[in-house]
């Protein structure tokens, strides 16, 4: 059975983005990026919210790609090679090649798509992941931490939720990023 892989990018005090919807400080640099290329190096599918979707297409059809870091180039390829869920009642269409539409995000689809790939999934985007977590549907979690208060935004969790998890690696980059590598204790 795939394993459910929820990886994010996310500030010191547990934030996707900023109260304005910001994520510029969140950027990888070369370091942080390959070893983000690496982690989704082994995903088969990704799902997403809208929103998520909305700023990973780029990735489909990248202007300017040739002129971009290698590092760039070989995100561009990782997340071509993958199929796309996109789980949103309001998208009209998606614009990706592998990418499919659906009105509502269930976990019975999800436990049904992780009986039937033979590649791991990503879960992208704090809104469905927190579903997801919520129906014990996710297996992992890693989190790029960033050295950054921004004070309030999107969390990466949902609030008043308890989860056990094992940590099972670490990772200290040069730019002060934290990665933290944690499987999802199940009852």
């Not at 547990?14 to 942080?32: K, Q, R, S």
């Not at 040739?66 to 009209?92: C, M, N």
């Not at 992941?129 to 129906?135: I, K, R, T």
Request: hydrophobic residues 40%.
């Amino acid at each position: 059975m795939a394993k459910l892989i929820y990886a994010a990018i996310c500030s010191l005090d547990g934030f996707v983005n900023d109260a304005n919807g910001n994520f510029d400080w969140a950027m990888p640099d070369e370091e942080v990026h390959e070893a983000a290329n690496a982690l989704q190096r082994g995903i088969g599918t990704y799902l997403y919210g809208r929103r998520m979707y909305e700023i990973m297409q780029v990735w489909g059809d990248f202007p300017g790609i040739d002129g971009e870091p290698e590092v760039v180039r070989d995100y561009a390829q990782i997340w071509a090679g993958a199929d796309k869920h996109v789980f949103s009642s309001t998208l009209a269409e998606v614009s990706t090649p592998r990418t499919h539409l659906h009105r509502e995000f269930t976990p019975e689809g999800v436990r049904r798509l992780k009986e039937t790939v033979s590649t791991d999934i990503s879960i992208g985007g704090p809104t469905i992941a927190a579903v997801a977590l919520q129906a014990g549907l996710i297996d992992e979690i890693h989190q790029f931490l960033h050295p950054i208060l921004i004070g309030g935004g999107t969390p990466v969790f949902p609030a008043s939720f308890r989860q056990g998890l094992e940590l099972l690696g670490e990772r200290r980059f040069d730019s002060g990023v934290v990665h933290l590598h944690h499987r999802v204790l199940t009852d």
